[in-house]
């Protein structure tokens, strides 16, 4: 189970645990609400309508929450359980400097309790990453005989014929890989195919009799406060159960481009990673993956991948082993409230076009830097990894049509989709860069951003090489708002090219004059090209 670490992912779940609190609290009201009609009071109210020869009212919402309640998962998990299996991946062990191992142990006898203990207390103390584990998080690891490190997670079987799926980290660099069914039954498993970029992989088991499966659920109909139960192997205690509710859907933990995971408040811990979490019917709504813990147990937090995007990745890896994505050939970047107000916008949605790709479908199809990708073949890009998803799922040849915001007005692009290849890799639009004053900086800064004209010096100081036309960024006064650094270069304000710093004071005072709250700037950071919003007077 990849688990995040708090510094990156407490403040958001904290306001979720906020806000979950009081929808208990309001619920817990409203259950004791209905407790009150009871004894003389609801006897008196029972002949009152009787009396009235009146209709019995409806169910109240409360009461019919509660019906709606299961009473036991007892009999989901007896159907179910027989279908989810324990997987132990064998690796060969990495050797270790004395830093990496730590203290030695002392000098105990072999295989005495003693040894056992201190080995623990030094894992726990941070031997493999601290105490939310290692890198993955959930693999419980133990050091083999021949230098060897075994690692358990969790699966399930989707195919009576002995498909296997389970997390990719589960099985990551393993040159042997077991899955244990429900009764004992251990059986070698040969890897199909695997996808790093969603975390999944498919396992083959042979067997001479037809295996329990489980099928696939609909994941878009799932809701939050939907009941779930998740059935894996914690900490190698395989057939464990736990129940809980959906908490949020389309979580992004930056875990990979494609990031779109349910949130459970089911009990999730190591070794859970790979396996599957129920609806109420029995089908699999989504693969527990990761959770967020700052003591590397389960805090009621929890991420699966939905089953829609699983079942497109696993037929793809059983088919031929691999899997193929789209590729649209652009750069894109969040649209900001800011970015919006200074693009037309009602509000932030969309994916800002910052790069266009050379000899790309975007290319080819006509699209801009500073375009506002509104929405792909018929589906709304409410954010980047709502485009970034439906591109990866277009198969190659196929002709899409965009809908994009140009110059304040919607306009339809047909784009012809190619393939994603192994090379082709998402670069950062983030870097450090050199600082500096510039030669000639002028007195009065825009905004607050001090500039320079991108001359020879400028050019050589920074590193920026001739094909960068702009102004450079060459300090910032305090006031100012706006995410730039020194040794940035702007390349446009607005839709026009920038070659001076009177240039951009030009635009920003014609852009105040027409009542607009803030302006589009393209800024050049090391070779990277995105936009940013410079906000203007009210």
């Known amino acids: 189970m990849t688990t995040l670490p708090p510094a990156n992912s407490q403040s958001k779940p904290q306001r979720e645990i906020g806000r979950a609190g009081r929808f208990r609290r309001t619920v817990a009201a409203l259950l004791l609400g209905s407790t009150l009609l009871t ?4 006897a008196g109210w029972a002949v009152s309508q009787a009396q009235q020869n009146a209709t019995p009212s409806a169910i109240s919402p409360a009461v019919s929450m509660v019906q709606d309640t299961p009473a036991s998962f007892a009999d989901l998990a007896a159907k179910v359980s027989p279908a989810v299996v324990n997987i132990a991946a064998t690796q060969e062990a990495k050797a270790e400097t004395r830093a990496q191992r730590g203290p030695a142990i002392p000098g105990f006898p072999p295989g005495t309790p ?4 201190f ?14 584990g290692g890198p993955d998080g959930d693999q419980d690891q133990d050091q083999g005989p021949r230098g060897k490190t075994g690692a358990l997670g969790s699966g399930f079987i989707i195919d009576p014929a002995g498909y296997v799926v389970t997390n990719n980290h589960v099985i990551d660099g393993a040159s042997e890989i077991t899955v244990t069914l429900q009764d004992g039954t251990a059986m070698p498993a040969k890897l199909i195919g695997r996808d790093a970029k969603t975390d999944l992989a498919l396992l083959k088991v042979k067997s001479d009799k ?6 696939w659920a609909d994941s878009d109909k799932t809701r939050v406060g939907d009941w779930v139960m998740a059935v894996g192997n914690p900490f190698g205690l395989g057939g464990t159960v736990t129940k809980g509710i959906v908490s949020a859907r389309g979580r ?13 408040d089911a009990a999730i811990n190591r070794g859970n990673s790979g396996g599957p979490t129920f609806d109420l019917s029995g089908r699999v709504i989504g693969i527990n993956t990761a959770i967020y813990s700052p003591n590397g147990g389960s805090v009621g937090i929890g991420f699966a991948i939905p089953s829609n995007l699983a079942k497109e990745v696993v037929a793809q890896l059983k088919e031929s082993g691999k899997v193929e994505r789209g590729w649209l050939g652009v750069k894109i ?16 949605k969309g994916a800002l076009v910052a790069e266009v790709t050379a000899d790309s479908p975007a290319q080819r199809a006509g699209l801009h830097q500073g375009d506002v ?23 190659a040849g196929d002709t899409v049509e965009l809908k994009i915001l140009r110059d304040g007005r919607e306009k339809t692009v047909p784009v012809r989709i190619d393939r994603l290849s192994e090379q082709q890799q998402m670069a950062s639009a983030d870097s450090d860069t050199g600082k500096g004053s510039a030669e000639h900086e002028e007195v009065a800064p825009v905004k607050g951003l001090k500039l320079a004209p991108l001359d020879r010096a400028a050019r050589k100081r920074l590193g920026i090489g001739e094909d960068v036309q702009g102004v450079v960024v060459t300090g910032l006064s305090s006031s100012v708002d706006v995410p730039v650094r020194p040794g940035d270069v702007i390349e446009r304000v607005g839709d026009t090219e920038v070659k001076s710093p009177a240039d951009v004071r030009q635009q920003v005072t014609q852009a105040e ?26």
């Open 210 to 215: 037809p295996l329990p499966s489980v099928d």
């Open 114 to 117: 003693f040894e056992e203990f």
């Open 39 to 42: 004894a003389p009071a609801l």
């Open 333 to 348: 970047q969040e649209v900001t409230p800011d970015i919006a107000d200074s693009v037309g916008l009602p509000g932030a």
């Open 513 to 538: 004059k027409a009542g607009q709250k803030a302006l589009l700037m393209l800024i050049n950071r090391q070779g990277n090209e995105s936009f940013v919003a410079l906000k203007l007077k009210a």
């Open 119 to 132: 080995r623990q207390f030094q894992d726990q103390m941070g031997r493999n990453g601290g105490p939310n």
């Open 252 to 264: 992004d933990i930056h875990s990979g481009p494609y990031d779109d995971y349910f949130q459970l």
């Open 373 to 395: 990708v509104l929405s792909y073949a018929g589906k709304p890009v409410n954010n980047l990894r709502d485009l970034t998803r439906h591109v990866a799922d277009t198969k």
